[in-house]
C-alpha cells in the first residue's frame, strides 16, 4: 500500500500542541509521510501566544517546490499561513497541482490569541478557492462571513468558494452534552454527532482534524470517510491526554495507535479467551501486568488493554470446555526482568526465558484455566524475521 504524502503548510507551535507538530503526529500515526512548508515561528505554550515571526514568502514558496519537485505530494493541509502576502503566493502556486487540499482558516488559537491580522483573514479567500475542503470553527465561520446564523455562513463560504465546508462545533456556544459537525456541500448536509469531552487539553483539535482529513484523502478515501476517520482519531487523542500544561494543554496524538486503520489490511485488536473461573482469571491477568477496562462479573466478562492499545478479553462458564488449542503472546522490552518479577509473586512459569530458532526469546506459564500464555521479546524479527516473505 503506497504511502500517501503529505504536505503541511502551516506556522511552527513550540508547545507541540497544534500547528505543524500536532499535523507531523497526526500525519505519522496515521500512516502517511508528513512534509512541512513552515509559515511561521510562534513561541507559545497552553496559555498563550507569546511572539510570531513570519516566514517570508519566498522560503514558504522554496519549501513547497522542495517538497514537490522530490517526494511529489497526495494532499496538502494548510494551516496558520503567516501573512496576506503568503497566502496569495502559495494560492497561485498551488492552484496548478490536482490534489485534496484541505484548508483549516486558522485564526485564533485554543488559549484565545490572535494568529491573523485583518488582511491575511482577507486574503484566506484565495486559498479558499483552491480548498477540496474548508474546516471552520464556529467563530472562524462567523468571523469569515460576518454572519450571525452558522449554516448561513457555511452555505455562503460554499457559493463563495465552490468548496465542501465543515463546520467544527466543538467551539459553539452551546456548552450542552452533545456537539456535532456538519459538512456542507452545495447539494447535500452530513452530520456527525458526539458527546462532548469533558477536557482542558484540547489544544490542537483543529490541526490535528485537518491533517487527518488530508491524510485520508491522500490515501483514497472518499471525503465522508475521511472525515469520520479524522473525528475518531481527534477523540481517542482527546481521551488519551497527557495533561501537561497548565492551560489548554496538548492531546495524546502518540497514545493513538491501534484504533484507526493506516491502510487497508484487517486489524488484531482484541482476542477473548476462555476460562472456567472468573476471579481467577482477572486477577492472573492484571498480575500479569494488563490494565484492566471492562469488569463486569454479572456476565463473566472482563477486558483488558495492553500497552499498544490493543484489548485482550476473557469470557467465562463453569460449564466451558477448554482445549489448549491457542497461545496467546504478550511482547514485553524487559523480558529477564519481568519473568524474574513474576516468578517472586508467584507466577507458575512452566518454564524462563529461552531463546528460540525463529528468532526471539519466550518464557512460558498457563492461566487458571489453562490457556498457554507467552512472554516474549522479538524485536525487529517479529515482523521482518531474515525468511520473510517477498512483498
Known amino acids: 500500500m503506497k504511502t500517501p504524502r503529505i504536505l503541511i503548510i502551516a506556522g511552527s507551535d513550540s508547545g507541540g500542541g497544534a500547528g505543524i507538530q500536532a499535523d507531523i503526529k497526526t500525519v505519522t500515526m496515521l500512516?502517511?509521510?508528513?512534509?512541512?512548508?513552515?509559515?511561521?515561528?510562534?513561541?507559545?505554550?497552553?496559555?498563550?501566544?507569546?511572539?510570531?515571526?513570519?516566514?517570508?514568502?519566498?522560503?514558504?514558496?522554496?519549501?513547497?517546490?522542495?517538497?514537490?519537485?522530490?517526494?511529489?505530494?497526495?494532499?496538502?493541509?494548510?494551516?496558520?499561513?503567516?501573512?496576506?502576502?503568503?497566502?496569495?503566493?502559495?494560492?497561485?502556486r498551488l492552484k496548478r497541482l490536482h490534489v485534496p487540499i484541505v484548508v483549516d482558516p486558522v485564526m485564533v488559537a485554543t488559549s484565545g490569541s490572535t494568529l491573523a491580522d485583518e488582511e491575511t483573514v482577507a486574503a484566506m479567500g484565495k486559498l479558499m478557492d483552491v480548498a477540496t475542503l474548508i474546516t471552520p470553527n464556529i467563530p472562524e465561520l462567523k468571523k469569515l462571513t460576518a454572519r450571525t446564523d452558522t449554516m448561513a455562513a457555511a452555505l455562503e463560504l460554499v457559493a463563495r468558494h465552490k468548496s465542501p465546508v465543515l463546520m467544527k462545533g466543538s467551539h459553539d456556544d452551546d456548552d450542552g452534552e452533545s456537539i456535532a459537525d456538519v459538512l456542507v456541500e452545495e447539494d447535500n448536509i452530513t452530520t456527525w454527532q458526539g458527546t462532548r469531552i469533558e477536557t482542558q487539553h484540547s489544544h490542537g483539535t483543529?490541526?490535528?482534524?485537518?491533517?487527518?482529513?488530508?491524510?485520508?484523502?491522500?490515501?483514497?478515501?472518499?471525503?465522508?470517510?475521511?472525515?469520520?476517520?479524522?473525528?475518531?482519531?481527534?477523540?481517542?487523542?482527546?481521551?488519551?491526554?497527557?495533561?501537561?500544561?497548565?492551560?489548554?494543554?496538548?492531546?495524546?496524538?502518540?497514545?493513538?495507535?491501534?484504533?484507526?486503520?493506516?491502510?487497508?489490511?484487517?486489524?488484531?485488536?482484541?482476542?477473548?479467551?476462555?476460562?472456567?473461573?472468573?476471579?481467577?482469571?482477572?486477577?492472573?491477568?492484571?498480575?500479569?501486568?494488563l490494565k484492566q477496562i471492562v469488569d463486569s462479573p454479572d456476565n463473566q466478562y472482563a477486558r483488558f488493554e495492553t500497552g499498544n492499545g490493543t484489548t485482550m478479553s476473557i469470557q467465562c462458564d463453569p460449564d466451558a470446555e477448554v482445549e489448549d488449542f491457542v497461545a496467546i503472546y504478550f511482547e514485553v522490552d524487559d523480558l529477564d526482568r519481568r519473568v524474574e518479577k513474576l516468578t517472586r509473586a508467584g507466577m507458575p512459569f512452566e518454564h524462563g526465558a529461552r531463546a528460540q530458532p525463529w528468532g526471539w526469546r519466550e518464557a512460558r506459564l498457563r492461566d487458571p484455566a489453562g490457556n498457554t500464555v507467552f512472554l516474549y521479546k522479538g524485536g525487529e524479527n517479529r515482523r521482518f524475521p531474515p525468511w520473510r516473505t517477498k512483498d
Open 31 to 92: 500512516g502517511g509521510h508528513a512534509m512541512t512548508a513552515i509559515t511561521a515561528v510562534t513561541a507559545q505554550n497552553s496559555r498563550g501566544v507569546d511572539a510570531i515571526h513570519p516566514i517570508p514568502a519566498e522560503t514558504v514558496l522554496a519549501q513547497v517546490e522542495a517538497c514537490l519537485k522530490d517526494f511529489g505530494v497526495d494532499a496538502i493541509k494548510i494551516g496558520m499561513i503567516g501573512s496576506a502576502f503568503t497566502a496569495r503566493t502559495i494560492a497561485d
Open 206 to 289: 483543529g490541526c490535528t482534524l485537518a491533517s487527518g482529513i488530508a491524510t485520508c484523502l491522500g490515501r483514497g478515501d472518499p471525503l465522508g470517510d475521511a472525515i469520520a476517520k479524522a473525528r475518531d482519531f481527534v477523540r481517542i487523542a482527546l481521551y488519551e491526554a497527557p495533561g501537561i500544561g497548565r492551560g489548554a494543554g496538548p492531546m495524546g496524538h502518540h497514545r493513538v495507535r491501534m484504533d484507526l486503520g493506516a491502510d487497508e489490511m484487517p486489524r488484531l485488536n482484541q482476542v477473548t479467551m476462555t476460562g472456567k473461573d472468573y476471579d481467577a482469571m482477572v486477577a492472573f491477568y492484571k498480575k500479569l501486568g
